[in-house]
T-cell receptor, first 113, second 116 residues
Framework: DVKVTQSSRYLVKRTGEKVFLECVQD?????MFWYRQDPGLGLRLIYF???????EKGDIPEGYSVSREKKERFSLILESASTNQTSMYLC????????????FGPGTRLTVL | AQTVTQSQPEMSVQEAETVTLSCTYD???????LFWYKQPPSRQMILVIR??????QNATENRFSVNFQKAAKSFSLKISDSQLGDAAMYFC?????????????FGKGTLLTVNP
């Protein structure tokens, strides 16, 4: 079975803190994604990566950065957390083929106070 | 840019009955993929069913089937013999078949309640 894990299920941070969200997949997937999920808005893509050290902006990259130093790990970084970044963050991964399904992690619910 | 619309924020169904969730999308492309994902409460999002746009035959997976109407840009999900475990948020999603952008564009979701 494909396994996508995220470092924390729940996280509480203060405004201005630097926040790291980690995602690890064990299926040798080339693609990895970070989404943000908000009620009434569905999922929106923040960033994705199709290879180590490669990244592309999604629909809402402002206030976020990412890092992919190893194929299995994709990190989302909030340089200076703000209250409007309180949300559920979902990581996903897939093979590079265009037909492939994305597999999702359990999510991290981040609260910024 | 592609958009995906789920017009039913909430739906409910009696156990053992059939329910249909609606999804429409807007695209100028001719080749693409459509997905239904299920997100149970506090649990991981999983793929329910996938449809390739170039295939005329509607996809089915056990009790789940789709009604894909390409000309109408409609992609509804039918759940037959509903079970309590089907209660979840359901998301419709679109992905282009071209280019290097593998992103999914999601609808806002439909919350399905299954009544015993």
């Amino acid at each position: 079975d494909v396994k996508v894990t995220q470092s924390s299920r729940y996280l509480v941070k203060r405004t201005g803190e630097k926040v790291f969200l980690e995602c690890v997949q064990d299926m040798d997937h080339e693609n990895m994604f970070w989404y943000r999920q908000d009620p009434g808005l569905g999922l929106r893509l923040i960033y994705f990566s199709y290879d180590v050290k490669m990244k592309e902006k999604g629909d809402i990259p402002e206030g976020y950065s990412v890092s992919r130093e190893k194929k299995e790990r994709f990190s989302l970084i909030l340089e200076s957390a703000s209250t409007n970044q309180t949300s559920m963050y979902l990581c996903a991964s897939s093979f590079l083929t265009r037909t492939d399904t994305q597999y999702f992690g359990p999510g991290t619910r981040l609260t910024v106070l | 840019a592609q958009t995906v619309t789920q017009s039913q924020p909430e739906m409910s169904v009696q156990e053992a009955e059939t329910v249909t969730l609606s999804c429409t999308y807007d695209t100028s492309e001719s080749d693409y993929y459509l997905f239904w994902y299920k997100q149970p409460p506090s649990r991981q999002m999983i793929l329910v069913i996938r449809q390739e746009a170039y295939k005329q035959q509607n996809a089915t997976e056990n009790r789940f089937s789709v009604n894909f109407q390409k000309a109408a840009k409609s992609f509804s999900l039918k759940i037959s013999d509903s079970q309590l475990g089907d209660a979840a948020m359901y998301f419709c999603a679109y992905r282009s078949a071209w280019g290097s952008n593998y992103k999914l564009t999601f609808g806002k979701g439909t919350l399905l309640t299954v009544n015993p």
